[in-house]
Structures are given as C-alpha cells and as structure tokens.
C-alpha cells in the first residue's frame, strides 16, 4: 500500500513542478507521467478521469498542505481573538506568498478561477473542519454552536481573502481590527468582546 501512496504523491507534485514550470495549459499528462517518473499508463491508473481529474486531485493536494502549515501557524494562539488574527494573517500572506497561484492568476485566471469557484463549497468545509476544534475550546455566543460559529468564520474567511474591501490584511494591526468589528461580533458575548 506504501507504495501505491509513493507513486501518487510522486504524480501529484510532479504535475504541480508542470503547472509552476508552464503553466496550467500546458501542462500535460506525459508532462506529469515523466516528473514523476512513471509511465502514462500507470498516471491513468491512479488518475482514470485524465487531466481534469489529475489538476483537481492537485489543488486538493496544495489545499491540505496549505492547512496544516495553517495548523502550525496558528497552534500556539492563546484566544479566541488571536487565533482569529492569526489564521487570516497567515493565510493571506500563504496565498501572497504563493508563487505558483499568483503566476496562475495573472497569467491563467480564464482557467484557474472556474476550478477554484468549483472547490469554495469543498474550501468553506475545509475550513470550517479546520476551525471548528479550535473554537469548541471557546465562549461563544449564546445558543451558537462551534460548528455554527466554524462555518460563520470559514465564510467570512473566504470572503474577506478574496475581497478585503479596504482592509489591509498584510497589515496585522489591520487584520485584528477586523476580526473585532466581523468575525468576534457574530461569535462571542458582547461582554467578552476586546475594546
């Protein structure tokens, strides 16, 4: 079984090394096959729905890496309140930062925004399985549950990364501000809110 998981993670970050090399439109399954150093034949074995289903099983691979690199950035947050500006600092930055899915938006957006609007119903679960523990720990609102308030922070967190209006969540100070007036508004008593 080892071996099976090998050759797939081995397809998986060969075709993303094809997708940061040239591109999501001209990556190719032999591309991929090669990277990884298997046959064409054995990519279909792991992958029978060909390219379409390799580049999702990709972004799904690049989205779990993604969390727990976010797990380790916000493991030692001692609130609520910092948990909250940790994760959305974090992430923004992560996606900032992220050279291949920046490339992609500016030179791909045609091709990558369809796959990523596909995956915001599947990111808004993830996200909301990646918060959830974390808030059960919490006071919360009266009668919001930590799935309720999970799935209210993974909107608002999707949200907010992909159009921050005129907050700066490169800017810490900022993003705290945020998570006050948005997201600890609809999540905790008024009375245990920071002022």
């Not at 999702?56 to 976010?70: H, K, M, N």
């Not at 920046?102 to 399985?129: C, Y």
């Not at 918060?131 to 999970?150: I, K, M, N, Q, Y």
């Not at 993003?175 to 999540?187: K, N, Y």
Request: proline share 4%; with cysteine; aromatic share 8%.
């Amino acid at each position: 079984m080892r071996v099976q998981t090998d050759v797939r993670t081995r397809l998986l970050e060969g075709a993303y090394d094809c997708i940061a090399e040239k591109g999501l439109a001209a990556m190719s399954l032999e591309d991929a096959a090669r990277a990884a150093g298997v046959s064409r034949a054995t990519l279909y074995r792991y992958f029978p729905g060909g390219r379409d289903e390799l580049v999702e099983a990709v972004i799904t691979y690049q989205t779990l890496r993604f969390f727990q690199a976010l797990a380790e950035a916000v493991a030692a947050a001692p609130d609520l309140e910092t948990l909250l500006v940790d994760g959305l600092y974090e992430a923004h930055r992560a996606i900032e930062q992220h050279a291949v899915l920046q490339r992609l938006l500016e030179t791909e957006p045609e091709r990558l925004l369809p796959q990523l609007s596909t995956e915001s119903i599947r990111l808004t679960g993830l996200i909301a399985s990646f918060f959830e523990p974390r808030l059960a720990g919490h006071e919360l609102a009266e009668g919001v549950t930590p799935s309720e308030a999970a799935e209210y922070v993974a909107r608002l967190t999707l949200s907010f990364i992909g159009s921050p209006g005129t907050w700066d969540l490169a800017d810490r100070k900022q993003v705290r501000e945020l998570v006050r007036s948005e997201f600890l508004a609809g999540l905790v008593p008024a009375d245990g809110r920071s002022s």
